[in-house]
């Protein structure tokens, strides 16, 4: 970007911990908007109402908005803040609980030239924040990320701290299992992608630390460890949203992934 792009946190508290890291170390032209200054990029706190908050902040003409840890919404509530999106020629970023992790972008360009997998296992673990029932939700949005649509989701056992789960990689037909377990101890998702010739193994810390993911290819010839990114899921979500925040016509690739994943939830 060219010149200072300012951003303003919600009304609300809950996004303070977005900007904490991000405003003294982003390469980019960042800068927090002065008291009266018309702010360009805003957070939004993904807990409450969030289309609400994003239409409002559309109609003050914000630009570039980055969507914290969202929950469900319908799909056509989300439909309709992607058409005003759309016409303001805005971007709207979504940082996920698992899917806005730097090793997730690093790899999504390498499972793509993968052989088709066949199998996918997602297991979530530990005791999270955030409420236990959204824990199929964030694995649904990070495997859609990193591998592709999921279609025919089905919830097999619903329990108060224990989810089981199965669909379907859109196209490839590859069956995938959706496991989130309450555990004592820190909050993790381990994700294997099995394929003719290989397994991809991802596990990702929670996303509220700097830890870094461990990414590993097993192959017949033995497995490889790949290295270790240190980077905070906030701090590549604003990265992503200043790149994209000056594309023509916007981007709002993001609305469109939740509100697919919205549909399937719906359909469950």
Not at 223 to 252: K, M, Q
């Amino acid at each position: 970007m060219t010149a200072p792009c300012p951003i303003l946190v919600g009304a609300d508290t809950g996004t303070d911990h977005v900007l904490a890291t991000v405003i003294a170390s982003l390469p980019k032209t960042l800068a927090l908007a002065a008291n009266g200054q018309p702010p360009q990029a805003r957070a939004i706190n993904g807990g409450g109402d969030w289309c609400a908050a994003v239409l409002a902040a559309l109609a003050h003409g914000t630009r570039g908005i980055l969507l914290d840890r969202p929950r469900p919404a319908l799909a056509t509530a989300i439909a309709q803040v992607r058409a005003a999106a759309q016409a303001q020629g805005a971007t709207v970023v979504v940082r996920g609980q698992w899917s806005s992790h730097a090793t997730v972008a690093q790899l999504r360009s390498a499972a793509s030239a993968d052989e088709a997998p066949v199998l996918i296992d997602c297991l979530t673990t530990g005791r999270s924040a955030r409420p236990h029932a959204l824990a199929l939700f964030d694995q649904l949005h990070f495997v859609t990320t990193l591998v592709g649509p999921v279609e025919h989701v089905v919830t097999e056992s619903a329990m108060p701290s224990a989810t089981i789960a199965r669909g379907r990689l859109a196209g490839a037909g590859a069956q995938i299992a959706f496991t989130a377990v309450e555990t004592p101890g820190q909050l993790t998702c381990d994700l294997r992608i099995h394929s003719l010739d290989r397994m991809r193994r991802i596990v990702l810390p929670d996303s509220s630390e700097w830890d870094p993911a461990l990414a590993v290819v097993a192959t017949r010839e033995g497995e490889l460890s790949l290295p270790a990114h240190y980077e905070s899921a906030d701090r590549a979500a604003w990265l992503r949203l200043a790149d994209l925040i000056d594309s023509a016509g916007g981007n709002t690739d993001d609305l469109a992934t939740l509100a697919q994943i919205a549909r399937h939830i719906e359909a469950t």
